[in-house]
């Protein structure tokens, strides 16, 4: 299998370019997949626009983004048996590309990958399938906590990773969550109870409370603003994608916080999360804020990017 498709890159730092890219899936458990739609991931696809380091892996451009899609299978391998040219799928990396930096490499018509990186639907694709993975990644990070019923959550910003967690947390039976959030629009969308706009809006009746603070803002100093508020010895989450990577230890040792770093999603968590989505205890609806065709893609990165409403910003490719 080899050809070229249509694709949104980065050719260098903040232009983003619809350009043809050349493909070679010659391998015997590649796959090629239609692409049906894919989502834009704002915290990650910020810094990459600006070419800031997300990573110990180097950016070399041109780059194609995208790492959360849902296509239907045009061809296969011949070590592919478990899945056939029509079936559907989700699909989470694009590694066969040829002459462009794949960091994801699912925007694109075409998806040329192996069989590691899908996951069979069995069935047509629905919008809640295009949240396997962002729940994938909530599930590997909070269950890497010491959580029961009775803790008490703090999540530091309420887009799309801050959303589902507390959607998670609440399906795991946390009772006590509340939330920092800029944006009240977001709040409203949360199952949070106590929502404040500012550290500081958080009085003292609020300092040594919460088992653990989730960090999913980008913003890593708020470790340092946020550590009255947990308790001594609580865990502090780091769910965001940071471009300031230090942080003043002095200030949260008195704490003597449990920082856990998640960053790595396995199969099994993407299995646990499309459970999870099928039994539809995760309200998923409100997460899909807006969507746009290929054609406007840079107008649903301006959106995605930028506009306080948006959760998840869908580009449909059919």
Same mark, same amino acid.
């Given at each position: 299998?080899?050809?070229?498709?249509?694709? !949104? =890159?980065?050719?260098?730092? +903040?232009?983003?370019?619809? +350009?043809?890219?050349?493909?070679?899936?010659?391998?015997?458990?590649?796959?090629?997949?239609?692409?049906?739609?894919?989502?834009?991931?704002?915290?990650l696809d910020r810094l990459l626009l600006t070419n800031k380091?997300?990573?110990?892996?180097?950016?070399?451009?041109? *780059?194609?983004?995208?790492s959360e899609m849902i296509g239907q299978v045009l061809e296969t391998g011949p070590k592919v048996t478990m899945l056939k040219p029509g079936d559907f799928v989700y699909t989470f990396k694009g590694d066969r590309w040829s002459g462009i930096d794949p960091y994801y490499g699912c925007h694109a018509e075409m998806v040329p990958t192996s069989l590691e990186n899908v996951f069979p639907l069995g069935r047509q694709p629905i919008h809640r399938d295009l949240l396997t993975g962002l729940l994938a990644y909530v599930i590997s990070a909070i269950d890497k906590t010491r959580l029961n019923s009775s803790s008490r959550v703090l999540i530091l910003g309420l887009g799309s990773v801050g959303l589902m967690a507390a959607e998670y947390l609440r399906f795991k039976g946390v009772g006590? !969550?509340?939330?920092?959030?800029?944006?009240? *629009?977001r709040g409203q969308l949360s199952c949070a109870e106590n929502i404040a706009m500012q550290v500081n809006d958080f009085t003292s009746d609020f300092d040594n409370t919460?088992?653990?603070? !989730? #960090?999913?803002?980008?913003? *890593?100093?708020?470790i340092e603003k946020a550590i009255r508020l947990l308790k001594p010895g609580g865990t502090i989450l780091l769910m965001g994608n940071y471009e300031v990577l230090?942080?003043?230890?002095?200030? =949260?040792?008195?704490? #003597?916080?449990v920082l856990i770093c998640s960053s790595i999603t396995a199969y099994e968590h993407i299995l646990a999360s499309q459970k999870l989505l099928g039994s539809e205890a995760i309200d998923s609806e409100?997460?899909?804020? +807006?969507?746009?065709?290929?054609?406007?893609?840079?107008?649903?990165?301006?959106?995605?990017?930028?506009?306080?409403?948006? *959760?998840?910003?869908v580009i449909s490719w059919i």
């Amino acid at each position: 299998m080899q050809g070229q498709a249509q694709a !949104i =890159i980065l050719p260098k730092a +903040n232009k983003l370019r619809l +350009n043809h890219v050349l493909y070679l899936a010659d391998r015997p458990e590649d796959i090629l997949v239609k692409t049906i739609a894919t989502t834009i991931t704002p915290g990650l696809d910020r810094l990459l626009l600006t070419n800031k380091p997300v990573s110990h892996k180097v950016l070399n451009y041109p *780059i194609m983004l995208g790492s959360e899609m849902i296509g239907q299978v045009l061809e296969t391998g011949p070590k592919v048996t478990m899945l056939k040219p029509g079936d559907f799928v989700y699909t989470f990396k694009g590694d066969r590309w040829s002459g462009i930096d794949p960091y994801y490499g699912c925007h694109a018509e075409m998806v040329p990958t192996s069989l590691e990186n899908v996951f069979p639907l069995g069935r047509q694709p629905i919008h809640r399938d295009l949240l396997t993975g962002l729940l994938a990644y909530v599930i590997s990070a909070i269950d890497k906590t010491r959580l029961n019923s009775s803790s008490r959550v703090l999540i530091l910003g309420l887009g799309s990773v801050g959303l589902m967690a507390a959607e998670y947390l609440r399906f795991k039976g946390v009772g006590s !969550i509340d939330a920092l959030e800029n944006f009240g *629009i977001r709040g409203q969308l949360s199952c949070a109870e106590n929502i404040a706009m500012q550290v500081n809006d958080f009085t003292s009746d609020f300092d040594n409370t919460y088992d653990l603070v !989730i #960090e999913a803002t980008g913003r *890593i100093l708020l470790i340092e603003k946020a550590i009255r508020l947990l308790k001594p010895g609580g865990t502090i989450l780091l769910m965001g994608n940071y471009e300031v990577l230090g942080y003043d230890y002095r200030l =949260i040792q008195h704490k #003597e916080p449990v920082l856990i770093c998640s960053s790595i999603t396995a199969y099994e968590h993407i299995l646990a999360s499309q459970k999870l989505l099928g039994s539809e205890a995760i309200d998923s609806e409100k997460f899909f804020t +807006n969507v746009f065709g290929v054609n406007q893609f840079e107008l649903a990165y301006r959106v995605a990017l930028d506009s306080k409403e948006a *959760i998840k910003t869908v580009i449909s490719w059919i």
